[in-house]
């Protein structure tokens, strides 16, 4: 019901009621007045008198209530269309719709409601407004975030973490599926009991749990069966707050280093012949740095110079080498000199190479004393 509507069945009986109370006193007042009248006036003249009296008082009665319900027009005029401005306004707020500012009219009470709606859809259109940039923000970070998690080569993985049971995994990007060989309905839902075997669920289970406990990111090295083949992973967990600060999501990103690997230890094995060719050569091999120390000293240069080889390294060639290591390309004869003093004549095969960032000298010596004998 419309407020103009309660204000008509409002005022309008009540002054009905009270023109009718008025009317029926007067009445009554008349009929008395009448019968101490009828002792001098005949009764016929006094009741026209009266009847002529109630049509009148039916016309007071009338004029009235018509005065009454243009009154209560005209209030609901003025105070109707304030509320009505204020209710379609906030119809349009509760249905996200734009705002528009309501002029502050009518009774100073509805002015001062007017101007705190006013406030109010000013207040909500700021906030929506912010919202809407925050969420176009969060819109292009989630979009960011898909797409690399979506096409990296890093195997992302993400678990919920609930109280009790072992984890859940909540999404695999692409990468991940390919590895494990499993499609994405296999894996959302499935727990790492599901594809491994126990104690080596068990064993990731306890790094998840610990970076969900402590809030703090663990990396580990690990060696998983993947489709029938070993291959090596450094992998870190991610713990991931909600909105209370409890752990409940944690993210594995796991790099596979297995070519690495290999590679690292073909240059290991590399390395160790390498060293087991110098060591096991019969010609003594030395090399040093540009600043003449001593990095490399085999076996043989042990005998031929009577130093052992801790004792060399870190120490200057030209103790044993008085003109050096390096001179000008080709063979070049010298005179070298023993830990104990003594002379020999020495030839010097040498090149420079670059190692480790820096240039090293690195030289075939050999001792000529029985050859010149």
């Known amino acids: ?36 009248v009828t002792a001098t006036v005949p009764r016929a003249e006094v009741m026209d008198l009266l009847a002529e009296q109630r049509q009148w008082h039916l016309i007071l009665v009338l004029l009235l209530i018509a005065l009454a319900a243009g009154v209560a027009f005209w209030l609901a005029g003025r105070v109707g269309q304030p509320l009505r401005r204020l209710q379609k306004q906030a119809h349009v707020i509760a249905a996200g719709g734009p705002t528009t500012t309501i002029p502050e009219e009518g009774p100073a009470e509805l002015r001062a409601l007017a101007a705190d709606f006013n406030r109010m859809a000013a207040a909500v259109a700021a906030r929506e407004a912010d919202l809407t940039t925050a ?37 695999a990007n692409p990468a991940t599926l390919a590895a494990a060989g499993m499609s994405r309905e296999q894996v959302i839902g499935a727990t790492l009991f599901t594809a491994l075997p126990k104690d080596e669920a068990d064993w990731l289970e306890g790094r998840f749990r610990e970076a969900a406990t402590t809030g703090r990111p663990v990396a580990y090295d690990r060696r998983l069966a993947l489709q029938g083949s070993e291959r090596w992973f450094n992998t870190v967990v991610i713990p991931l707050p909600g909105p209370a600060g409890r752990v409940t999501l944690v993210a594995s990103v796991s790099r596979d280093m297995t070519e690495q690997r290999r590679a690292d230890q073909a240059l290991l094995d590399s390395e160790s012949l390498l060293a087991a060719l ?28 009577g130093v052992p080889s801790h004792e060399a390294f870190g120490r200057s ?21 023993r830990h104990d003093g003594t002379e020999f004549p020495a030839e010097v095969s040498a090149k420079v190479v670059e190692a480790a960032g820096r240039q090293v000298c690195a030289a075939v010596v050999r001792d000529l004393s029985a050859r010149r004998e």
């Open 1 to 36: 019901m419309s407020f103009r509507s309660s204000l008509l069945l409002t005022v309008v009986p009540l002054v009905a009621i009270a023109t009718g109370v008025v009317a029926l006193v007067s009445h009554v007042y008349d009929l008395r007045v009448a019968e101490r």
């Open 135 to 171: 969420n176009a923000e969060l819109a292009r970070s989630q979009a960011v975030f898909r797409g690399l998690f979506d096409h990296t080569s890093d195997l992302v993985t993400l678990f919920r973490v609930p109280p009790d049971g072992p984890l859940v995994c909540e999404d």
């Open 278 to 305: 110098i060591e096991s050569a019969s010609d003594a091999i030395v090399a040093a740095d540009d600043q003449d120390t001593v990095v490399l000293f085999n076996a043989a240069a042990e005998r031929l110079f």
């Open 317 to 337: 060639i030209r103790r044993l080498l008085p003109d050096g290591l390096c001179g000008p390309p080709g063979t070049l004869r010298v005179t070298a000199r």
